[in-house]
């Protein structure tokens, strides 16, 4: 009975001391998690403004020549992208479903009935397909030859604008080289013009001209980004209408039988 006592009670002692821990942690972590809350709440903002005022900084030590020069590219070059991106984007079609639309036209209401559902859908590869339903009476050569002659005039469509982009990406490097040689060559006229080696007098030229680099690099990386994504997106859109092209002349050959 005693050591039944014995065991009780150490059981009660141990329950008692664990549930006191825990609740002393439960009441010391959310103390601590709001401290650690706080301190980063009040660290994020001053690291956010502190990385805005740094590249503000540095950009005004690059020069308002050349560096907005570099940031007009920049803002050209996106402009020129997300007109393109939105442009393509809505030129997107589902070939298939109007494939299969234009046949079911084909089959129930003749050529004008296809043309009609041409005309309720956007994209060049409806506007292809309306091309060679049209010169469709005349023959399967003449809708071959109107087919190949719009898709060059959508292609065009598609592709404009986009060798902008390609010029501000080669231009916004080439300007901060520019201002780098000419940062060095105001350094050198500061030495030659002191006639002593300083270094102080070295360093501010030198970092002038690595800055202009640094952000005529920065810009062509990003509009880079952006032009790839174009580039890809036109040859998913011109494969599609290659693909839409074949089986709307299978379908007028099928139709003519």
Known sequence: ?????????????????TVDANATANMT???EATTVAI???DDAPAE?????????????E???????????????GLAIAIERIIYLNLSTTNSKKLTKEVEDALSSG???AAKEVCRNTKGPVASIFYQGL????????SAEKAVVAYGAVQMGQLEKNVSWISLFIALAPMLGFMGTVIGMIKAFDKIEAAGDMQPSLVAGGIKVALLTTVFGLIVAIILQIFYNYIIAKIDSIV?????ASINLMDLLVKFKK
């Open 29 to 31: 972590a959310p103390v």
């Open 62 to 76: 690059g020069g308002p020549g050349f560096m907005g020069i570099v940031l007009l590219c920049l803002i050209l």
């Open 1 to 17: 009975m005693k050591r039944l006592f014995s065991i009780l009670a150490i059981t009660g002692i141990m329950a008692f001391g």
């Open 239 to 243: 494969n599609d209408m290659e693909d």
């Open 110 to 112: 003749g050529v004008e």
């Open 39 to 41: 301190e980063t709440q």
């Open 134 to 141: 049209d010169r469709a009476d005349e023959g399967i050569d």
């Open 48 to 60: 956010e403004v502190g990385f805005h005022q740094e590249l503000k900084k540095r950009f005004i």
